[in-house]
């Protein structure tokens, strides 16, 4: 019984998170059929076949040059039914945490959503999700057909497996959404805030004066509008950093995947709170300094020399 | 500089801001009440339930207001414990002691002196036999304290700080609670709410230890004491263990210089959840002592060693206690208007490390007076008159001067406490003076190398700070009032004193990091003045 | 406006996570429970916009087990009209059963909006808005950080990666809302007083077991030791490399 994997596009062109979808879907057996809603010809779809779909079908209408939320749904909710899958998979992007949930209602079910592991128990789906801020793994056997399932994102590190990945296009007719996307704007430069920051990067008095937060502030534009600079108390204190940049000892809006703690020394201060990022990497010239007992990963050095490597780096990888 | 007098940089308080004439302009909401209780501890929530029932019984209805500053009941809470439930008794005569919030009943105990290195065995100060009692959770007890008061329709208002005492010419009218949402500055921000003025008949002040208002009041109305209130500081961790611990533990000695005096317990709630704490007297010669390092320490001792092996610090806390006992206690602990309960009054009795029970009925006593004042007209000194005619009034004379007599070192004091225990308080006689805690000099060297924190059952100040449940906005301003210039010496004097590294000594003078701060008040006691910040902040205790 | 806002009482963001007994809940024992931080920006949302249009209706639903009544409550004291308890013991580990339950309750009154949090955030299922809306065939816009309404017609704007959407919907709608929608109020101590005698009606309801099934519920891997992957810019390019394949961050 095959797995039915919907692949995200923008503008024409699939977005690599599709790979991974792909990989998930692969560990299923039985056989992937990628999916995608596009307007016409998805740039880089065959790509699929490398990561393991045997057919990739790309579903056009007009309606879909934009996200389109419910004629999406709509096509793909048939898509499925038609072709008697035991699967579905999206990826929990914010696209897919949107669409996922509308499609599973229409076949009547929820979305095991934003697993980290899948796995098949005798005939069944058994899958793992992150509960309480990552304080506790649920497993949960998925007793439906289809599944529905959706995977967080950058887990499910995409493995070649190349399939035939045979084209077929089919144009479908979707009702009128009543949801309409009108446009996506560029968010405005510098505004991730602290708080919600997927990765934060930090820095202390080590950064000898305020100038100098330009390398900070490199790195985190290295990850794309995914990273935010924050500054210790002390260095807000002596109005090197605005207020709203502080990450305080209290953390209690702390809590990215990655924390660079760049020239802090941990010595007081500054440390509790971001005990609760998932990888914590530490940048000190000192290598007695006791952020390096609380960091996962670390680096002694002159930070002036480290940092600007580490941007060029994440700048190849985001590129 | 050889030794330095805290009080040469304490700043007076601020009567001027804590005294506000009712009717003053700065507040938002008025609300009026017919009781008003500040601090939904023990006392505050005991005071509340009797009235509550009084007016019950006599089919009246009364308005009463509890205000806590913490965000949820029993947050700022803390204390080892062990309860004597006679107060609960009293306050629900129909339930059993099973039905009471208590982890256990007090099984065996033992005391020891401690050596760095050994430990003796001592007898059970008769003071100190807690057979009988229970063990508990403070956090749990007024949790379940609250939950009672709300069932009998009491309004309990969590996350206000009373800031100010409201009067009209010398009787109390209120309180004027803290703003919320200021900036950094002090500044209002547009999210952020104006105080709230309320007014009752009576104001109940059950702050706590070292409570503002009450202290405001006192100074005020220049209601005298014998003595003045001294203060100990407690540190406390909650412990997940490996090793079971059955019995209560109490030690005095090491790792407590000899001139000073202290003490640690060691509670299990249950085999395995285990309550330890180092309470040190804020009257200590050495400035370098710091009560949070010596509980690290005292942790090493072989004695506590293997009990904690293995196990996990759950959480963290700090407390002052008011040790001063029945010399301490305000003359009269009544006003126009007023009363003062629980340890905000000094009900403490420190040899036998009790508190909570006499917290509780002398809320039960106020609700009475109050009652009876609302109904009647009549005193409300007749509050006084009903405790100091009790077993809390009988209790503190008995043990008045147990603790002050360690003012003379710990060999020397231990021999006249035990002459005071012997003698059932008549020999020594007479009455100890003793100097405030910030009046008494401090020597700089030979001084404590305070040492680290670190070790491998150790905590640093920062990390305990976060496992009291801290989460202050990091952006509020400091509600702390330091005297304008400190000197280094002082500084790392104040880094010493505050269990929660609020203070420290940077580059030649004092940075606070006032987000850090507990409310345990040892700063209020020693060093810059404590003033409340807005609902919330602070500490969110579970279990403490 | 007529406006309903649906909430959840979740344990708070701070509690230390101890398994049950039966190795597939959550210990309760001492937990403190409070208003799904992304409920507030629901609701605030919605007396912002009630208080604008100067007349209407907010109303509280909540699916829960009777002590839900003081969630219930808390919101009721921020200025919420009444509340409504759909009582139950256990909520499901199935959204799709929660948004049933809910479903059936909202469907006997039109409403111009109805407002979700984005997710909870014990579960993190980010569903329930989007499975109500499909059963009562409403348009949907979920994540939403920005809102603005002209009569019946909306535009929400929600985050998604490298840029902001720009989503027009009609009304009547269901949205999800997101951080940054608003500033939630702080408790009034008037508010609190009048909670107590706002109308707040406890209905007793079933609740499917659903197609998803607990097999366990465990703490997560031990955080393994650090290390010093090396010195200097020399150990960039294994730093990256292991935050990319081990870490998994990048």
Redesign the interface.
């Known amino acids: 019984m095959t797995t039915l994997a919907v692949l995200e596009q923008r503008d024409g062109v699939l977005r690599k998170i599709s790979h991974e979808v792909v990989t998930a879907a692969q560990r299923l057996g039985g056989g992937v059929e990628a999916v995608v809603c596009a307007a016409g010809v998805v740039q880089g779809a065959d790509q699929a076949a490398k990561f393991g779909a045997d057919k990739i079908v790309t579903l056009t209408n007009p309606a879909f040059a934009k996200y389109a939320p419910e004629a999406c749904a709509q096509a793909l909710a048939e898509r499925a039914k038609l072709g008697g899958h035991r699967c579905i998979v999206f990826a929990a992007s914010a696209t897919g945490k949107d669409l996922a949930p509308r499609v599973a209602a229409k076949l009547g079910v929820a979305v095991a959503a934003d697993i980290t592991d899948l796995a098949t128990d005798g005939g069944a789906i058994v899958v793992t999700r992150p509960v309480y801020a990552g304080k506790a793994l649920l497993k949960v056997k998925v007793a439906a057909q289809p599944a529905v399932l959706s995977l967080r994102p950058n887990v499910f590190t995409p493995v070649e497996r190349p399939k035939a990945g045979a084209a077929e296009t089919v144009a479908v007719t979707v009702p009128a959404g009543r949801v309409t996307v009108r446009e996506i704007k560029a968010a405005p430069a510098g505004t991730l805030d602290v708080a919600e920051a997927q990765v934060i990067i930090s820095g202390g008095r080590g950064l000898k004066e305020p100038a100098n937060f330009k390398v900070l502030e490199d790195l985190a534009r290295a990850f794309g509008g995914q990273a935010a600079v924050g500054a210790s108390r002390a260095v807000v204190d002596a109005g090197w950093r605005a207020h709203a940049d502080q990450v305080g000892q209290t953390g209690k809006t702390v809590s990215p995947s990655l924390y660079i703690a760049v020239g802090i020394s941990g010595a007081i201060q500054h440390l509790a709170g971001m005990r609760t990022s998932k990888v914590i990497v530490a940048i000190n010239k000192d290598k007695d300094a006791p952020i390096f007992k609380v960091a996962d990963y670390g680096v002694v050095g002159d930070l002036f020399e480290i940092v600007p490597k580490l941007t060029e780096e994440i700048r190849k990888l985001h590129g | 500089m050889d030794k330095i007098v805290p009080a040469q940089y304490q700043p007076p308080l601020p009567l001027d801001t804590l005294i506000v004439q009712d009717g003053a302009e700065g507040s938002g909401?008025r609300?009026e009440l017919d009781v008003l209780i500040v601090g939904a501890g023990p006392a505050g929530l005991a005071c509340a339930i009797e009235l509550a029932r009084l007016a019950k019984a006599d089919r009246t209805e009364l308005n009463i207001g509890v205000l806590e500053k913490a965000e949820?009941l029993g947050e700022h809470s803390l204390s080892g414990a062990v309860v004597n439930p006679r107060a609960f008794r009293e306050l629900f005569p129909d339930l059993k002691d099973s039905d009471f919030p208590f982890r256990a009943p007090v099984a065996k105990e033992a005391v020891y002196l401690l050596t760095a290195e050994r430990r003796w065995r001592l007898p059970t100060p008769p003071t100190m036999h807690n057979r009988g009692y229970y063990i508990a959770s403070l956090c749990?007890v007024v949790r379940w304290l609250g939950a009672k008061a709300e069932a009998l329709g009491v309004?309990v208002?969590t996350?206000?700080p009373a800031a100010q005492l409201l009067v009209r010419d010398a009787a109390v009218a209120g309180v004027r609670?803290a703003p919320?949402?200021l900036d950094?500055d002090g500044k209002p921000t547009p999210?952020?709410?104006a105080p709230?003025d309320?007014v009752a008949k009576v104001t109940a002040l059950a702050e706590g230890t070292r409570g503002l208002l009450a202290q405001a009041w006192c100074q005020w109305q220049r209601v005298p004491s014998e003595n003045p209130q001294i203060f100990a500081l407690g540190v406390k961790e909650l412990w997940e263990t490996q090793q079971p611990l059955d019995r209560v533990i109490h030690t005095l000695g090491w790792p407590i210089p000899s001139d000073a005096f202290g003490g640690s317990f060691v509670y299990p709630l249950e085999p395995n959840l285990v309550a330890l704490g180092l309470v040190v007297g804020l009257d200590y010669r050495d400035a370098a002592l710091d009560v949070h390092v010596l509980l690290q320490r005292l942790k090493q001792h072989r004695l506590l060693r293997a009990l904690l092996a293995g196990g996990e610090m759950?959480e963290w806390g700090a407390k002052t206690i008011p040790e001063g006992g029945f010399y301490s206690l305000p003359e009269r602990r009544s006003g126009a208007g007023v009363v003062l309960l629980g340890d905000a009054a000094g009900f403490v009795d420190v040899p036998s490390l009790k508190g909570i029970h006499y917290a509780m009925h002398s809320g039960i006593y106020a609700a009475r007076a109050i009652f009876q004042n609302l109904k009647n007209g009549a005193a409300l000194s007749a509050y006084d008159r009903l405790v100091d005619a009790s077993y809390i009034a009988r209790d503190l004379y008995r043990t008045r001067n147990m603790r002050l007599a360690f003012r003379d070192g710990f060999y020397l004091g231990g021999i006249q406490a035990a002459l005071m225990t012997l003698t059932g308080g008549r020999f020594p006689n007479g009455k100890y003076r003793m100097h405030a805690d910030v009046e008494v000099a401090r020597r700089l060297s030979p001084g404590l190398r305070p040492g680290s924190a670190?070790t491998p059952v150790g905590v640093?100040?920062?990390?305990a700070?976060?496992?009291s449940?801290?989460?202050?906005?990091?952006?509020i301003p400091s509600h702390l009032i330091p005297a304008k210039d400190v000197p280094v010496e002082v500084a790392r004097f104040y880094s010493h004193v505050c269990p929660a590294?609020v203070y420290?000594a940077i580059d030649g003078g004092l940075?606070i990091?006032a987000?850090?701060c507990v409310d345990c008040k040892a700063t209020d006691v020693l060093g810059p003045r404590w003033t409340p910040r807005e609902g919330g902040s602070g500490p969110?205790y579970?279990?403490m | 406006m007529k406006i309903a806002v649906c909430i959840k009482r979740v344990p708070d963001s701070e509690t230390r996570v101890k398994i049950a007994a039966d190795g597939k809940s959550l210990d309760e024992a001492g937990v403190k429970f409070v208003l799904n931080p992304y409920d507030e920006f629901a609701l605030e949302e919605a007396l912002r916009r009630k208080e604008k249009a100067g007349t209407g209706e907010v109303v509280v639903v909540c699916l829960g087990p009777a002590v839900a009544q003081e969630t219930i409550r808390t919101a009721l004291s921020w200025g919420a009209d009444r509340g409504v308890l759909l009582q139950a013991d256990k909520i499901p580990a199935d959204p799709f059963e929660t948004a049933k339950v809910i479903a059936a309750e909202l469907k006997t009154t039109s409403w111009d909006l109805i407002l979700f949090g984005r997710m909870a955030i014990d579960d993190y299922n980010h569903q329930v808005g989007q499975l109500v809306a499909e059963l009562l065939g409403l348009p949907c816009v979920t994540a939403v950080s920005h809102l603005d309404i002209e009569g019946t017609k909306g535009v929400a704007e929600r985050e998604i990666e490298g840029g902001i959407e720009v989503v027009d919907f009609p009304l009547p709608a269901v949205l999800t809302a997101d951080k940054g929608l608003n500033e939630p109020r702080l408790p009034a101590l008037k508010g609190i007083m009048a909670a107590k005698k706002k109308p707040l009606e406890v209905k007793p309801v079933q609740v499917g077991a659903g197609v998803l099934e607990v097999v366990a519920l465990t703490p997560p891997p031990e955080r393994k030791e650090g290390k010093i992957v090396g010195e200097g810019a020399g150990a960039v390019a294994e730093l990256v490399r292991l935050l990319r394949e081990e870490a998994k961050v990048l």
């Open positions: 909401d609300m949820a749990e309004n208002f996350g206000f609670t919320a949402g950094r999210g952020g709410t709230n309320l759950v670190e640093s100040k920062v990390d700070v976060f496992k449940g801290n989460s202050t906005r990091d952006t590294g420290e940075r990091n987000p850090n969110k579970k279990r």
